[in-house]
């Protein structure tokens, strides 16, 4: 479980940081979209790890929740952009 968080939290800012350069529209959201993606199976890792009693992630998980939220609202912008 430990490898699978880290791979879809590393896959969070990589995709990011490769949709960032896509000059088309269609490509950023493609690659925005993946982040998103792995933002949510982090979310789900975290309460995985909650609800196995591994640990308390409540801390983890609001910082992810901000995350989402802020590239959430990036994506909407984007998408509503007229180009």
Not at 38 to 47: F, I, K, P, Q
């Amino acid at each position: 479980m430990t490898s699978q968080l880290r791979r879809a939290a590393v896959s969070i800012p990589a995709n990011i940081a490769e949709g960032f350069i896509k000059r088309g529209k269609a490509d950023k959201l493609r690659f925005y979209n993946i982040a998103q993606g792995s933002a949510e199976e982090c979310r789900y890792y975290m309460l995985l790890v909650k609800d196995l009693g591994y640990a308390d992630t409540s801390h983890e998980t609001a910082i992810l929740l901000e995350v989402c939220r802020m590239l959430n609202a990036y994506v909407n912008a984007i998408a509503a952009e007229r180009r």
